[in-house]
């Protein structure tokens, strides 16, 4: 460790809450898909701040959106009309089957009001006395106390926050039969990611799909699609759902919605959000000029550069060469998968010398549950960068004794 790293650490320690088993670096800035720490050292960002730069860092077009906004209008609360944020929701409307929009500030504060979205429909429009909400089995749909308990992980996560909410259970992970049995008179809702990313990389199977379609034809359920982490682009489709031919009750959107600037959405058909009325959810932040304006950008550039398709394009090149990598290591890569450039290696052992390998070599991924390499980078990632990454990680495995 250099004199400049330990000094910003020990400086941390002191300051700040120990909630983050940080990575041994001190960054100083970013550009693209690159990262440079306080040494100047360069890395290849393949998290891109866990999914949410997918544009990259300091994009140019972004900060001249966000200075000229800054000097017309900031904040003035949601008891305003706000052209900015008009504009946004009828930019993201058009990019999926939902209706009306709410705009929050985070992934988390996103699910949540999903949940009380689902909740209040069902009391206040259909009568319903349903309030439970399904989950599955290695979910992740935030921190606070409901989203905390609608995770169905354990281990540290819950540790020490009890009493949680009731109104929540959850089932194996595509297990159709599982669901079946779960669904009562009581259930409102069920609330899945299309590909869990703190679940592992792991994308629910078509058929497990079909069953839950078909279920809430049968019983009236709503189906949440938390599109946290999966949507603006990720899985090479603007929505994970539409892989899955999904149209969602309700869905949420956050990380890379305003690239970087703290934004979430809570997305519904308009039959759904007759659940909301003025006074019963509200957010002071959510959907301020400055993320609006930059969130509209966002969807311009996309649309503009066709990041999705290129996001679908280099996660079927990636796929292809880690799948090579895969038979050329079989004993030391147990999976790959993924969709767009959501991706995963998951290791046949524990990890955690590989991604560190990796972080010494320039690279920068996830490592999650102790043997899967997540990967997340800027949908503006050159193939070149992804090929080096590979390149590397044979290179570190050809290495490292079987386990």
């Not at 994009?59 to 209008?73: F, G, I, S, T």
């Not at 988390?108 to 319903?128: C, D, F, T």
């Not at 058929?207 to 999966?230: C, M, N, P, S």
């Not at 994970?240 to 690239?259: C, M, Q, R, S, W």
């Amino acid at each position: 460790m250099n004199a400049t790293f330990d000094t910003i650490k020990q400086r941390n320690e002191k300051v700040i809450m120990r909630t983050y088993g940080r990575y041994p670096l001190a960054l100083a800035r970013a550009k693209g898909a690159r990262l440079y720490d306080s040494d100047g050292k360069e890395y290849v960002d393949l998290l891109a701040g866990i999914a949410v730069c997918g544009l990259g860092h300091c994009r140019p077009e972004l900060a001249k959106v966000m200075a000229e906004q800054a000097d017309k209008l900031v904040h003035v609360s949601n008891l305003f009309y706000q052209e900015e944020q008009i504009v946004l929701a009828e930019k993201l409307l058009s990019t999926c089957q939902a209706d009306k929009v709410f705009f929050c500030n985070s992934g988390a504060e996103a699910n949540e009001g999903a949940i009380k979205l689902a909740r209040r429909y069902m009391a206040k429009v259909r009568g319903s006395a349903a309030r439970e909400i399904l989950t599955l089995e290695g979910s992740f749909h935030g921190r606070t106390l409901a989203t905390l308990t609608a995770t169905a992980q354990t281990g540290k996560i819950k540790d020490g926050f009890e009493p949680l909410p009731g109104g929540f259970r959850s089932v194996p992970f595509a297990d159709a039969c599982a669901l079946r049995a779960a669904v009562n008179e009581n259930t409102a809702a069920v609330m899945v990611e299309t590909v869990q990313g703190e679940g592992g990389v792991r994308p629910l199977p078509p058929e497990f799909v079909e069953a839950l379609l078909a279920l809430r034809r049968e019983k009236g359920f709503l189906i949440i699609v938390d599109e946290v982490q999966t949507g603006m682009g990720r899985t090479g489709r603007f929505w994970a759902h539409e892989h899955y031919g999904i149209t969602p009750d309700i869905f949420t959107v956050a990380k890379g919605l305003a690239n970087g600037l703290p934004m979430g959405a809570v997305l519904a058909t308009d039959e759904v959000a007759r659940g909301f009325e003025p006074g019963t959810h509200a957010t002071t932040f959510g959907g301020g000029g400055v993320l609006s304006a930059v969130a509209s950008k966002v969807i311009d550039i996309m649309r503009e550069e066709r990041l999705v398709e290129r996001a679908a394009e280099l996660g079927a090149f990636f796929l292809g060469e880690a799948g090579k990598l895969q038979a050329k290591h079989p004993d030391k890569i147990a999976h790959v998968r993924g969709l767009g450039l959501m991706l995963g290696i998951e290791l046949a052992a524990p990890g955690q010398d590989i991604w560190r390998a990796l972080l010494d070599a320039g690279f920068v991924c996830n490592l999650t549950h102790e043997r899967v390499l997540r990967l997340l980078p800027p949908l503006t990632i050159a193939r070149e960068d992804l090929s080096a990454f590979l390149t590397t990680l044979d290179t570190i495995l050809a290495n490292r004794p079987t386990a």
